[in-house]
Every structure is written in structure tokens, then in C-alpha cells.
């Protein structure tokens, strides 16, 4: 995961100094540490849950992602966590909300 962020960042991996591995960090924290595979997984169940392609997820919809996903959630159970969820109060999901949620 680490060599996939230096890569997506175009860092040479010979020699880094602590100015280098902060951004290497920052991307890997960003995307919950996942690899770029699963990172790709995670976007394509994304945008097929995301039905009216707003970029972000409504209740309904992140209640069909989860449950995609082998998780059995109700409506309920969702709607109470979505303003834990929803960092920035859009009212909606959007794919970086989604990686924490799942």
C-alpha cells in the first residue's frame, strides 16, 4: 500500500526525507489504507449504489451498499448513523465517507 501511494504521488522511492513520506502518508490515511485494487472495488460498488450518480449516497442507497456488501442493516439502523458518518454535513455520502464506512 505504501509503494502504490508512492507511486500515485510520483515520489522516487531511492531517497525520501520526512518532507517526502507526509504526503505518502496523508494519501494512505485518506484512503483508509486500502490497496489500489480495493480501493477500485470500493468505487466501482460505489457508483453502482449511488443510482442517481449525485456523487454521493443518500440513506436508501448506502443502505443498499452496505447490505450489498453481506452486512444486514434496516433503513433505521442506517439513518441513525449517517450524521456520524457525514463528515461534511452534505446530507449525503460521498466516496471518502464511504471507505470509513466500509
Given at each position: 500500500?505504501?509503494?502504490?501511494?508512492?507511486?500515485?504521488?510520483?515520489?522516487?522511492?531511492?531517497?525520501?526525507?520526512?518532507?517526502?513520506?507526509?504526503?505518502?502518508?496523508?494519501?494512505?490515511?485518506?484512503y483508509?489504507?486500502?490497496?489500489?485494487?480495493?480501493?477500485?472495488?470500493?468505487?466501482?460498488?460505489?457508483?453502482?449504489?449511488?443510482?442517481?450518480?449525485?456523487?454521493?449516497?443518500?440513506?436508501?442507497?448506502?443502505?443498499?451498499?452496505?447490505?450489498?456488501?453481506?452486512?444486514?442493516?434496516?433503513?433505521?439502523?442506517v439513518?441513525?448513523?449517517l450524521?456520524?458518518?457525514?463528515?461534511?454535513?452534505?446530507?449525503?455520502?460521498?466516496?471518502?465517507?464511504?471507505?470509513?464506512?466500509?
Amino acid at each position: 500500500v505504501m509503494l502504490e501511494a508512492v507511486e500515485a504521488l510520483n515520489l522516487s522511492k531511492a531517497e525520501m526525507t520526512m518532507e517526502d513520506i507526509m504526503p505518502v502518508l496523508w494519501h494512505v490515511r485518506r484512503y483508509q489504507g486500502l490497496s489500489q485494487t480495493e480501493l477500485d472495488l470500493a468505487k466501482q460498488q460505489f457508483e453502482l449504489c449511488d443510482e442517481d450518480g449525485s456523487g454521493g449516497m443518500a440513506c436508501s442507497e448506502l443502505e443498499f451498499a452496505i447490505r450489498s456488501l453481506g452486512f444486514p442493516v434496516s433503513y433505521d439502523e442506517v439513518q441513525d448513523q449517517l450524521d456520524t458518518w457525514d463528515m461534511d454535513e452534505s446530507g449525503e455520502i460521498e466516496f471518502v465517507e464511504f471507505l470509513k464506512v466500509v
